[in-house]
C-alpha cells in the first residue's frame, strides 16, 4: 500500500507541504541542511531538486508573492526564489549553539508559526512564535508559549479556532482557543498524553510503546494526525481527543504527514534514519525516505505566507 517517493533520502526528513501551483511536494532535511521539492509528476516518476542552506532549517512555508519563508537555525527567513538570497525577516535571542527552530507552518491568516527546539535536552525553554509580516510593513515576532522542550506537532482546526501544539520530549499534545481576530491563544489544556517509554525498550521489541509525538496535520473532517517518532504508525484523533484509528508505516520513525496531490488525498509522510541502529534501517529500508499512501480521507489545502 506505501510507496517510497524516488530520490527522496534524507537523514530527517521534515515540514513537508504540497504546492498546488506547482503541483510539487517540498520538504526538508533537518540536518542534510537542505529543501528539497519534485518536479514532474508526483504520480510517475518525479525528478528531485535539492537546495542546500546555509544552517539546519527547522520549518518552512510557501509564501503569496512567490517563493518560500524558512525557519533556520537563528531566525526566520524569506526567500523569494528557489535557490535564491535569504533575507532576514526576524530573529530570536537564543543560544544558537543549543538552540535552534524547529515544527511549523503558516495559518490560514497568513502569519508564521514556528517553534523552537532545546537540543541539549535539559530543560523546557523552548518556546512558540508567530511572526507577522502582512501589510508589507516591518515584520512583528511575537511569543505565544513556551515550556516545553521540543517544540512539534502544530497545526489549526479546519475553522482556525483551535491551535494544536505538542513537546515530544513530555509525549504529550497540548490545545489552545484562538482569538482569530487578536491572534491570541487560551484555555491551554492535555490534549493527548502518551506513555513514556519504557525502560530497555528497542526498536526489535517495540511492544509497550506507541513513540512520541512528532510533526501533525489536520485532515478536511478536523482530525489531527500526529506522527509517532519510533513508533511506526500515524495516530488519528477527533477534535475531542479520542482515537479513530492507527495506521502503521514501514519506517519506524515517521516525522510528519501532509496530504497531497491535486485532490489532497494522497498522504505523504516523511521519516527519519540519522542515528538510527543498522538493524533497523536494514528491516526498514525506507527510513529516511518520503512514504506515500492513497487515502480515503482528503486533507486541508496548505496556507501561504503573506508579506
Known amino acids: ?23 510539487s511536494l517540498y520538504w526538508l532535511d533537518i540536518p542534510g541542511r537542505a529543501v528539497l521539492r519534485t518536479r514532474g509528476q508526483i504520480d510517475g516518476k518525479p525528478t528531485v531538486e535539492r537546495w542546500s542552506l546555509p544552517t539546519e532549517p527547522g520549518c518552512m512555508a510557501p509564501a503569496a ?12 527567513y524569506r526567500a523569494h526564489e528557489w535557490g535564491g538570497a535569504l533575507d532576514l525577516l526576524a530573529r530570536v535571542d537564543h543560544d544558537v549553539r543549543s538552540m535552534r527552530f524547529n515544527d511549523g507552518k503558516c495559518d490560514a491568516q497568513g502569519r508564521f508559526w514556528a517553534g523552537t527546539l532545546n537540543e541539549a535536552k535539559n530543560g523546557a525553554s523552548a518556546a512558540l512564535y508567530c511572526l ?10 511575537t511569543r505565544m508559549a513556551d515550556g516545553v522542550t521540543t517544540a512539534n506537532g502544530l497545526a489549526f482546526a479546519p475553522d482556525g479556532a483551535t491551535l494544536y501544539w505538542a513537546d515530544t520530549a513530555a ?28 525502560e530497555g525498550w528497542s526498536p526489535s521489541s517495540p511492544q509497550g510503546y506507541q513513540g512520541r509525538p512528532d510533526g501533525a496535520t489536520v485532515d478536511a473532517e478536523g482530525h489531527y494526525w500526529a506522527a509517532m517518532f519510533e513508533g511506526g504508525q500515524l495516530l488519528r484523533f477527533s477534535p475531542s481527543g479520542e482515537l479513530a484509528f492507527a495506521l502503521a508505516v514501514p519506517v519506524q520513525c515517521p516525522t510528519m504527514p501532509c496530504f497531497g496531490g491535486d485532490d489532497l488525498r494522497t498522504l505523504f509522510v516523511t521519516s527519519a534514519r540519522n542515528g538510527r541502529p543498522a538493524e533497523e534501517l536494514e528491516q526498514r529500508p525506507a527510513s529516511g525516505h518520503v512514504i506515500a499512501l492513497r487515502a480515503e480521507l482528503a486533507g486541508l489545502p496548505v496556507h501561504f505566507f503573506e508579506d
Not at 132 to 141: N, Q
Open 1 to 23: 500500500m506505501w510507496t517510497t517517493l524516488p530520490d527522496s533520502l534524507c537523514q530527517l526528513g521534515e515540514s513537508p507541504f504540497w504546492h498546488p501551483h506547482e503541483r
Open 65 to 76: 508573492r512567490g517563493g518560500l519563508v524558512i525557519a533556520l537555525r537563528d531566525g526566520i
Open 132 to 141: 507577522d509580516a502582512r501589510g508589507g510593513g516591518t515584520p512583528v515576532m
Open 171 to 198: 509525549h504529550r499534545v497540548s490545545a489552545w482557543d484562538r482569538d482569530l481576530e487578536l491572534n491570541r491563544l487560551s484555555r491551554p489544556r492535555a490534549f493527548r498524553q502518551f506513555g513514556t517509554k519504557p
